[in-house]
């Protein structure tokens, strides 16, 4: 059967700058907090860091090549905050407005649309010795940021998106095992909240401006949750706090209902971790968007009875798709979700999915990525099923480019339609790059 999909289909591939640019040292740009970070023994598996990365800072017109291979006719990156200000606030580096200019202009070129993330995680370090996302003043600093990427490159940006899975902050702030490395729940959830303000500011100024174009949206992964067995309390119980209390409700409910959800605010007074809320803040934070950018890799489903076996042999490194089961229908529910639970009438784009392979499988399986082809092809097949059932879905991004920085999991986790060679950076195309290229010239595929 084929696959076929809507006229004008947007078909892209998605990276992020501390992923693949390098250049960390190079002309004025400031520290990151994953280039601090990564420099702690012991954080990122077998000591990768990612101050070369893909080096897409030297080699972005490879970059673009790439993409014209892929036929894609959308880009996602995004802006590395230490690059355009080193502090975080104040001077603007000039090089790296240039690096951008030079990127977009590229894409223009090509016919290739820009999609570009204002906060992918990577933080100036300067602002987080200031407390970072935990202070208040991060949504003025986050403003002027955001003032400074609208002055630039307002218009030549496509699809312009505030934060890219605002889960990682969380992460970083309470577990540990994502930069800063920090392990307090309380600071976290005040993080989060800062956090959305800092959207919710973002957008209201960008309305400011009044682009011809340009549409502005936010992109929060979900990984949904449900009961491995139906019924059993233990695991119901699981996957309400997978959902609620630790994933995409603690987002979609103050971005897209108001407010936090009842099961979220009664975790918060149990625990004592309300985080401080000011009049006006969740109207702040419930602006209107102009699409919804979904990262899906994953359903998950939680057996409490399984996963205590699996944390005894949890590895180091571990990345968000080292659970075995793959359940890539999940999407079409989580499609429905949106709509039904969240009420979304907005335009959804699948901003990433992808499927990693570890790098110990050696490049010769890494090259041949069949599983990765047939993964992708079956999550494209249930998207293509809830466009079907009315599901306003425009577009697809797979994660990733070529392989690159992939966080705590260093360089062992392999997510590319490219092979980097971090040797030589050299690209070597997949033979998903080659499958990929097919999807997007016939404007769907065979399965
Ligand atoms: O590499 C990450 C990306 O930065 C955010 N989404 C998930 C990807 C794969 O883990």
Redesign the pocket.
């Known amino acids: 059967m084929f696959y076929q999909f809507p006229e004008n289909f947007t078909w892209g591939v998605a990276t992020?700058a501390a992923?693949i640019e390098g250049g960390a040292y190079e002309d004025g740009r400031g520290l990151s907090i994953w280039d601090v970070f990564a420099g702690i023994p012991g954080a990122i598996k077998k000591g990768g860091r990612p101050e070369v990365a893909c080096d897409s800072y030297h080699l972005v017109e490879r970059d673009v090549e790439m993409m014209k291979e892929l036929g894609i006719n959308s880009y996602r990156f995004s802006f590395s905050w230490s690059r355009i200000l080193p502090d975080g606030t104040g001077k603007v580096n000039e090089a790296g407005i240039a690096y951008y200019k030079k990127l977009i202009r590229l894409l223009k070129e090509n016919g290739i649309r820009p999609n570009a993330t204002m906060y992918?995680?990577d933080l100036p370090y300067q602002l987080q010795l200031q407390g970072g996302f935990g202070n208040r003043q991060i949504v003025s600093w986050f403003t002027e940021y955001a003032k400074v990427l609208l002055d630039n490159f307002g218009d030549d940006v496509d699809f312009w998106v505030t934060f890219?899975?605002p889960i990682a902050t969380y992460v970083g702030y309470s577990a540990g095992f994502f930069a800063p490395g920090l392990h307090n729940e309380k600071y976290a959830r005040q993080a989060l909240h800062h956090l959305l303000l800092c959207h919710g500011e973002a957008v209201k100024l960008f309305r400011t401006y009044h682009f011809e174009h340009a549409k502005i949206g936010i992109v929060v992964?979900i990984w949904k949750h449900y009961p491995g067995r139906p019924g059993n309390e233990e695991d119901e119980a699981m996957a309400l706090t997978g959902n609620e209390i630790r994933g995409f409700g603690m987002f979609l409910h103050p971005l897209f209902l108001g407010g936090y959800s009842k099961e979220l605010l009664a975790y918060f007074h149990e625990n004592d971790l309300m985080p401080v809320v000011e009049e006006g803040d969740f109207e702040t934070i419930r602006q209107p968007i102009d699409f919804y950018g979904l990262?899906f890799?994953n359903g998950l489903y939680d057996d409490a009875e399984k996963m205590r076996e699996r944390e005894k042999q949890r590895k180091e490194g571990g990345?968000?798709?080292d659970r075995p089961e793959s359940h890539p229908e999940a999407v079409c529910d989580v499609l429905h979700m949106l709509v039904e639970k969240y009420h979304l009438n907005i335009p959804i784009y699948i901003t990433?999915n992808?499927l990693?392979y570890d790098d110990e499988e050696g490049k010769e399986a890494n090259l041949n990525d069949d599983r990765r082809i047939d993964y992708v092809k079956d999550v494209l097949k249930w998207a293509h099923k809830a466009i079907e059932e009315g599901i306003d879905l425009r577009g697809y991004y797979l994660?990733?480019l070529m392989d690159?920085f992939?966080?705590s999991a260093g360089y062992c986790?392999r997510?590319g339609l490219y092979y980097t060679d971090y040797e030589t950076l050299e690209r070597i195309p997949k033979k998903s790059a080659k499958w990929y290229a097919d999807v997007t010239r016939r404007n769907g595929f065979e399965a």
């Open positions: 992020a992923q992918h995680w890219n899975e992964d990262n890799y990345n968000y798709q990433e992808g990693p994660w990733s690159n992939e966080w986790a997510y």
